[in-house]
């Protein structure tokens, strides 16, 4: 039998997070472009300046409408035509509405590149809005909300918000919308928001892919650059304030098998130099299967499957004046709810005593940097958080210092991060589960003031 030598590794290729080319086309329209050799899908996405914050009042939602009906037919195409049209091309075509504005977003195979795009800037710019398009929305909208509202997960969501912001902000309210103000959303009501708030001038197009070959200049000026409007004013971000006086919320679930949690207050945003400490120790805290609270809570003490902690941007403006959403979140069992939330806090508690160790630290470095070259193999992976940048105000090279930012972030400082982030008296609790089983319990632990609504 021959035997041949173990191989040996090669040297490991230096890589960064790709750096985009910035311009501007004739109608104000931002680009940013990437060429990234042997991504053949490319992938392109349209952020609009239509926030949800400009929605008018008791039409929450219509963003949302408006986004989907997009691509449900142009002044060319029914809506069967212009998906018959994607289909013909390869393409694939969605949108969706946040806090920060809508986004569009395109795949397509690099070699149909124009034709995609033409159908994207057909899409952004003479949508047909028809009146029974926008209706069946509108009802599919309808359908969604019962189904998500029985959801643990999400009905939990929707409480927090509640919870945390004044009912003036549009961020306490579902970002799609509830079932009163989707039913008033009309077709007008549709093209008013459009006309309102789409236009080149203030959006960006963010286009990933192998470039080769492919005259980007000649393709944009042909398709997105004939997209025409006003020029318009970007809308500023308003001012986030909340409420995070330590107190416990149960929505009632009578006879629910599971109490779904969701512990949370906010934090500041990208721009705040405390935010690679607070991704390294939030991670530390509850970011993998490894972390100290799945060690607890599941490996332990087997109350749950996981239990996760994170932190996602709400609104960011280059002020330091947006906000995130800190959270914990996972579920237990019924029975459990009560020494789980008390193991919980002992965690936290525990913590802000005793400090993390230099090997959590160390693992979780190694998970966040060591897997961005993974993490951003595909041409999609790379423009969603080019988006994510502009979006947030934040410079091209933010994730690529980001990574160089966390690597060089010490024990203490992700410690002091985290810390800061989950203090043990200023969360709000929502418990989604079966009141008469678990409020005593809870009241019992003394982590705030006990309210109860209904399901």
Partial sequence: MEFHPQPTPGTARPWAFPAPQRGTLDNGLTVLRCDRPGQKVVAVEILL???????????????????????????????????????????????????????????????????????????????????GEVDRLVRNRLDEIPHEMANPARRAAKQLSQELFPSSLRVSRPRQGTEETVARIDSAAVRTFYEAHVRPATSTAVIVGDLSGIDVDAVLADTLGAWTGDKGDTRPVPAVTADDTGRVVIVDRPGAVQTQLLIGRIGPDRHDSVWPAQVLGTYCLGGTLTSRLDRVLREEKGYTYGVRAFGQVLLSAPDGSGASML???????????????????????????????????????????????????????????????VEQHLPDDYQAQLYARLAATGTVEATAAAVSAFPVDRLVTVLVGDAAQIEEPVRALDIGEVTVVTG
Avoid at 105 to 123: D, F, T
Avoid at 329 to 353: F, Q, Y
């Fill in 49 to 131: 300046g239509a926030p949800l914050e400009a929605e008018p009042e008791g039409l929450d939602g219509v963003a949302t409408i408006t986004a989907r009906a997009l691509s449900e037919g142009t002044d060319k195409h029914s809506a069967e035509e212009f998906a018959a049209e994607l289909e013909r091309c390869g393409a694939t075509l969605d949108s969706l509405a946040d806090h920060p504005g809508v986004r569009v977003s395109l795949e397509v195979p690099a070699s149909r590149l124009p034709k995609g795009l033409g159908l994207l800037a057909e899409a952004l710019r003479a949508p047909a809005f028809a009146a």
């Fill in 327 to 389: 959270a914990i979140s996972g579920s237990v069992d019924t029975p459990n709810t009560g020494p789980a939330l008390d193991d919980l806090w002992k965690v936290l508690r525990t913590l802000a005593a005793e400090g993390l160790t230099d090997a959590e630290r160390d693992v979780a470095v190694q998970n966040l940097v060591g897997v961005a070259p993974l993490k951003y193999e595909t041409a999609a992976s790379v423009a969603a958080t080019l988006a994510d940048q």
